[in-house]
């Protein structure tokens, strides 16, 4: 068995992000004696931000399984991943997410990172794991805007620009993503998916992830998305370009929110 080691204001850069790790430890917190399973959807997922090492270092056991699609680009950041210092996944599943095979209700937290805005029939997509999830698991979901002006100029930029801005922010990282970013990623998409799907959203929070001191490439792009957002009106903003959710799969299925 392999063990990991590895409407709100922004919340701080990811690399010192609580937003998702104190949940995650306040869940372990309640399963003391117990393995907690975790599936991460989506290659890219930064696990460091989940202080899945911290709770490792404190006696607490976390096995982790990953799930994409299976493409080539994936495929290359799994092997990589695999021989970094956060590899050791206790599985590594691949093929289409509307019908890879995944167990359900056997996992206690789905990490679906940086996966839904470049996949299509998301609300199918997201269907699977919170199928995937145990009564009273935790989905936790961080996802780029489709109506935030990064997304669009992610959109509409041709494919050598697109790689050139991958390769000054993920350096090494095979990509980029073909972008697709469904009207269901979004603020209002995933509320309202949360809402029908009787889910509660217990924490949500937007994410500027660009340098804060940008400079050439860097510095061009939050030029460009200034102008994005000015000349849309405000309909593409430029305040964040990631959302992030804690949301709550209720003990009793026929649960609805009030």
Known sequence: MATARRGTPPVSRRSTSRFFAGPLRDYVLRCLGAQVSLLQAGCLAPLSELGIGELTEGGFEICVTVVDADSEVARQVLRRAEGGP????????????????????DYDIVYCAL??????????????LVSALKPGGLLLIRTGDRYCAAALLDRLLPASLRKAVWSRFRPGTPGPFPPVYEKAVSAE?????ALLRGLVIAARASELTRPAQPSGLSSSMRITCTAISWLTRGRYVDSHDELLYVIRKPQDRFARVV
């Not at 996944?89 to 509307?98: A, S």
Request: glycine residues 12%; without cysteine.
């Open 86 to 105: 956060e590899g050791g996944y206790e599985d590594v599943i691949t093929g289409d997410l509307r019908t890879v095979p995944i167990k359900q209700r």
């Open 115 to 128: 996966l839904l805005e470049r996949v299509h029939n998301v609300e199918l997509v997201l269907d699977r």
């Open 189 to 193: 998409g995933i509320a309202g998916y």
